[in-house]
């Protein structure tokens, strides 16, 4: 009898993955070389554009907290066999990072359908873009000092405020530029279709 991987592992986890996936690959090998170029100083420690918190957003969006477990083991694995990020051993530090990252979002969900409280249905409201965006930019704080926090050991302390701020905003500029590139191949497969 064999185990078949996709009866334990829905589609939805499987689209949640490769598009966190794709987002890592792009940031990687295309966003992040050309911020080292552009931006040196500021792409030491925290990225100016982060793709992947779009994918991260929009995976939650759309799937709802569920998403968590399909955004956790992809972001271990990818920190795992990342060669920029240092060690190739399974550490306390890289599950710790791991889980804020994944998890951000998921604490970001849960607070804004708490202020939606009052809506009928809050899978509806997230039809509209705006409380997308609210879900980034909460995840995005809940990110910034999860990762700082994390982090806190590692660096001097007058850089926490900065680092927080450098998280924050590579967050948001990754959600930013994840959303208008959804909105363009959406509009490039309208005009395909029609």
């Known amino acids: ?21 794709l987002a890592y690959i792009i940031q990687r090998h295309i966003i992040f070389p050309l911020e080292t170029q552009i931006f040196p100083a500021l792409s030491e420690i925290a990225s100016v554009i982060y793709l992947p918190h779009a994918a991260r957003i929009l995976g939650i969006a759309i799937v709802g907290p569920r998403a968590f477990f399909a955004l956790f083991p992809t972001v271990i694995a990818l920190n795992f066999i990342d060669p920029a990020n240092g060690s190739p051993l399974l550490t306390h530090l890289l599950v710790l990072v791991s889980g804020v990252g994944a998890g951000c979002g998921v604490l970001a969900y849960y607070s804004v359908k708490r202020f939606y409280a009052q809506a009928d249905s809050f899978e509806t409201a997230l039809y509209n873009w705006k409380p997308v965006v609210m879900i980034g930019v909460m995840a995005s704080v809940f990110n910034s000092i999860g990762l700082s926090l994390v982090y806190y050991g590692y660096f001097d302390l007058w850089n926490f405020p900065v680092l927080q701020f450098k998280y924050f905003v590579g967050d948001m500029l990754g959600l930013m530029v994840g959303l208008l590139l959804l909105v363009l191949m959406f509009r490039l497969i309208r005009g395909v279709n029609s």
């Open 1 to 21: 009898m064999s185990i078949r991987f996709y009866k334990f592992f829905p589609k939805w986890g499987i689209v949640v993955t490769l598009g966190y996936v």
